[in-house]
């Protein structure tokens, strides 16, 4: 199962993580103190001076004190090449008539008759010692060493762009909301973000689901490449040691990604080497003897700063609340970040993860009629030779460059190999009273996949007809080849109360010798499409925003051994979009957005033909705030979605498709609810993360589902909430979190039973032992709620029970350096 081939590859990616690690950890204190007293190199683009001062200010590694209202609508003329701190600040502040300040805390912007004169932008460079202050955190789209849960700003449209100016509903989980909260994983962290479900797919993997619709391809630093195209099932997965924020748009998003995103997008930015040396320790202890530990270290390879590296290493063992279900998971990242040149910056990271498991797949089953059987917690239905390994290499590379203080070019690849493989036993079947009637249901799946994405973009601004217009003009290419193989058997005379763990070893070739049945399989995914989008001013408050994509798309999924294939293509389709944003005071605006449809579909029906593409239209309207100096996001938002031709299940066919259900065209289909969210500091001491979601999704007009839910696992009310309160005066070394997410009941996949809503509470309690030390202890599902997670819930199987209560402690460990 494990190839010599991945043996080879895997070493490969290990010494080459480890080569940087040694490069990075072995260079010497002087070499940092010498960088502390030299010019760095800087390239911040013009714009609005707010985002300007932010970014040179996270990029220097001080504070500034801003008032937002006073500076709406000043903007900068950007900085490039080599400056001393308080130079780079006079260059940015050139022409706005502010100047920088000084108080008794740091620095702060006042009226330039107000300042204390800083050194002249063309001083020599001086040694500056370090400063900082109390005050308002930079802000940037980095949310790494902020202790904010809100970001102003995100990189998923291309480019920097305040999270106010976009007319759809934006999301972003902090890296600190995600340190807090304890999430190691995607479908955790989709399960924590406003109007998201991370399902449990036919699989060991997830299904993200926004608004009622899949999201299947997942953006890695801006690039789309798709994660959930297997020839059963759901398998991918994703870790999130190697990332600093998930940002996710909720609507549809084919102007970002092209074809398959009605739902959003999920944009998952990586960690970038560091200009200031650090490392972070940290061993973590909890429940079912979870044990892990993690190493996080960066620094400026040379003196001028201008060569940043970073390592990530995380290995991390458990047991489960499920008998004889344990994991074993280890991660390695290694990152280098170059400026060539005061206007070009190259970006290179490889990561491998290699998670090795003996899992429960597909869950417990339910009565005929979809009640619980109540069985306990612990239940595990596999086989003791129940085996899986997930191993992940993926290399990302970009490259920008900076023409001018108005425009800016930049391209990003992701490539990325993945082995899936597992032997394992399941149970199927409908379940008589005395637990009796299944199937024991032998598995063995091996998918192997390589994934590639590329982007290349330019972003621009100029002024024409009294108007400034920013435009934006692109191409993407994405592509996707497997070459998979399953095979399965089924044998009679399981019982639920009673099952035999020690069956006899199955693997693909002893399963096929005994008559299962065998499938091989491939994919080729191919897209690509050109897009742009262009911003008007039209006055001081209203811009207005028009795109549009081109995409082509070619499909072709194989089974060679039967000699079957079938192809799903299109050509030159055009998505258009449009938006409005209306500033109705520096603090709030108002937008509006309007984008079309169109999906392509790689279901099959019950003949093998492939289904027709979706078409549709979305609209969204709604209002976002930018409150208290930038600490506070708030949105409020209503969306209605209207779409033909989507795929439902062929339950009529039985599982006709390659063990699984065929696949049919429903009529029209709408998602329509409203969204609400705040984020940040809402009070001094106090990060508050909170979003509502009310949604419903319904089939207009279907041959069979009419009037019935058109999601199964999306519920009609979500809340999420999450906060930490730092204490103030003699106990500020204490900070207290807690949150909670509850949610309405959904249905079965055959939509003929109701799974129950939850509301599951956690808490945390960290101490501050010393500046280095930090303690915490985190407590999930404190009441111990018992819950089922959202999945295919099927009758015969996929019922997976929430985790009940855990606890981790974790001690971080931050050498002053």
């Not at 008589?432 to 063995?444: E, K, V």
């Not at 590329?454 to 024409?464: E, I, K, S, V």
Request: proline fraction near 4%.
């Amino acid at each position: 199962m494990f190839t010599t081939s991945r043996s080879r590859r895997l070493r490969a990616s290990v010494i080459a993580i480890e080569l940087l690690c040694g490069a990075l950890l072995s260079a010497g204190p002087a070499l940092h103190a010498q960088a502390q007293t030299q010019q760095r190199q800087y390239s911040i683009a013009a714009g609005p001076l707010a985002d300007a001062l932010n970014r040179y200010a996270q990029l220097t590694g001080v504070a500034i004190a801003i008032d937002a209202a006073k500076v709406h609508g000043v903007r900068s003329e950007g900085l490039t090449g080599s400056y001393g701190v308080e130079q780079g600040f006079a260059v940015l502040l050139r022409g706005t008539g502010f100047a920088l300040g000084k108080s008794g805390a740091g620095y702060i912007l006042v009226p330039a008759a107000a300042a204390v004169p800083a050194a002249p932008a063309t001083a020599p460079a001086q040694a500056m010692s370090e400063i900082k202050v109390s005050a308002q955190a930079a802000r940037s789209a980095t949310t790494e060493g902020s202790t904010s849960y809100a970001s102003n700003t995100v990189t998923l449209g291309k480019g920097e762009l305040a999270r106010k100016d976009i007319p759809q509903s934006i999301s972003v989980l902090t890296r600190e909301q995600m340190d807090d909260q304890g999430l190691v994983d995607l479908m955790d962290a989709a399960n924590s973000i406003t109007g998201v479900v991370g399902a449990k797919g036919v699989g060991q993997g997830m299904v993200i689901n926004s608004r009622g619709f899949q999201i299947d391809s997942w953006q890695y630093d801006g690039v789309p490449i798709p994660r959930n195209t297997y020839a059963l099932g759901n398998w991918g997965t994703e870790g999130l040691v190697y990332f600093d924020r998930v940002e996710v748009l909720r609507g549809a998003a084919g102007l970002l990604q092209g074809t398959g995103s009605p739902g959003g997008a999920v944009n998952l930015v990586r960690k970038r080497g560091l200009a200031e040396r650090s490392v972070a320790l940290t061993a973590r202890a909890g429940s079912w003897d979870h044990a892990g530990v993690q190493l996080d270290a960066g620094r400026a390879l040379n003196a001028a700063g201008t060569l940043r590296a970073r390592v990530v290493a995380d290995v991390d063992n458990s047991h489960s609340f499920i008998d004889q279900v344990w994991e074993k998971n280890r991660a390695l990242y290694a990152a280098l970040d170059v400026d060539i040149s005061p206007d070009t910056s190259l970006g290179l990271a490889v990561s491998n993860t290699d998670n090795r498991t003996r899992p429960m797949v597909r869950g417990l089953p339910r009565y005929p009629d979809g009640g619980d059987i109540g069985l306990p917690r612990s239940t595990w239905v596999g086989a003791r030779w129940n085996r899986a390994e997930i191993e992940q290499t993926t290399v990302f590379a970009d490259l920008s460059h900076r023409f001018n203080a108005n425009w800016t070019l930049k391209a990003a690849a992701v490539h990325m190999d993945e082995n899936n493989s597992s032997v394992h036993q399941r149970m199927h079947g409908k379940v008589a009273l005395d637990g009796s009637g299944l199937d024991f249901a032998d598995w063995s799946t091996d998918f192997n996949s390589t994934k590639l994405g590329a982007d290349l973009y330019l972003n621009g601004r100029f002024d024409a007809l009294g108007l400034r217009h920013d435009v934006m003009l692109g191409a993407n290419y994405s592509k996707y080849t497997s070459d998979d193989r399953f095979a399965r058997t089924f044998t009679p005379g399981g019982n639920i109360f009673n099952i035999d763990h020690a069956r006899p070893w199955m693997d693909f070739d002893t399963i096929v010798a005994r008559g299962g049945r065998a499938t091989y399989a491939n994919y080729d995914v191919r897209q690509k499409g050109i897009y742009g989008s262009w911003r008007a001013r039209v006055s001081e408050s209203l811009t207005a925003i028009a795109g549009a994509r081109v995409s082509w798309y070619d499909e072709l999924y194989r089974q060679p051994r039967v000699n079957q294939q079938s192809t799903v293509t299109a050509s030159g389709k055009v998505t258009p979009y449009a938006g409005l944003v209306y500033a109705l005071n520096p603090q709030w605006s108002a937008y509006g957005s309007y984008t079309s449809v169109f999906e392509t579909q790689s279901g099959r029906t019950v003949a093998g033909q492939a289904l027709d593409p979706v078409i549709g239209s979305n609209m969204e309207a709604g209002l976002k705030g930018e409150l208290m100096d930038g600490k506070v996001n708030t949105s409020l938002a209503m969306f209605r979605y209207d779409h033909k031709n989507r795929s439902v299940a062929d339950y009529a066919a039985g599982y006709a498709c390659d063990g699984w259900y065929c696949d049919k065209t429903s009529g029209k289909v709408r998602s329509q609810g409203v969204e609400a969210e705040a984020s940040g500091a809402v009070l001094p001491g106090l990060e508050l993360s909170a979003g509502y979601t009310w949604n419903t999704t319904k089939f207009l007009r279907d041959a069979d589902n009419q009037g019935k839910t058109f999601s199964q696992w999306t519920p009609k009310h979500m809340l999420r909430v999450w906060s930490r309160y730092q204490l103030p005066g003699d106990w500020n070394k204490l900070s207290v979190g807690a949150g909670f997410s509850t949610q309405s009941h959904t249905i079965g996949y055959e939509r003929t039973f109701k799974v129950p809503g939850f509301s599951v509470w956690s808490a945390r309690l960290a101490w501050q032992l010393k500046p280095e030390v930090t303690l915490a202890l985190n407590v999930n599902n404190l009441f111990d709620k018992r819950y089922y997670i959202p999945a295919f819930n099927q009758t015969d199987g996929n019922n997976d029970y929430g985790t009940p209560r855990s606890v981790m402690f974790s001690v971080k460990y931050t050498p002053a350096l």
